[in-house]
């Protein structure tokens, strides 16, 4: 139950920040990598899912979603079709 504490304080930590940081490098998938290598068994050690084959597979299938899901807003302001008026 810690674990999943622990998972929602990140996240809603990163919506904190989240307008802040959009003018920067640091973009979510980079926050959240970094969050798990200093919250997990590598770093402080506060994070340590067991997880079973087929649950990796579903929690990075749902992360490629998110990440996909940030990062689309990004790429439609630079496509051209938006900027000639087709999208």
């Known amino acids: 139950m810690v674990d999943l504490a622990v998972l929602a304080a990140v996240v809603f930590a ?7 940081l959009e003018g920067t490098i640091l973009t979510a998938p980079i926050i959240f990598v970094a969050a798990g290598a200093i919250l997990g068994p590598e770093g402080l050690g506060l994070v340590e899912f067991k997880l079973e084959g087929h649950t990796v597979l579903l929690v990075g299938e749902i ?3 998110i990440v996909l899901v940030l990062l689309l807003p ?5 496509s051209p079709a938006v900027s000639m008026g087709w999208l």
């Open 14 to 20: 990163f919506g904190l920040v989240s307008r802040r």
């Open 74 to 78: 990004r790429s439609l302001r630079r």
């Open 63 to 65: 992360a490629l979603a």
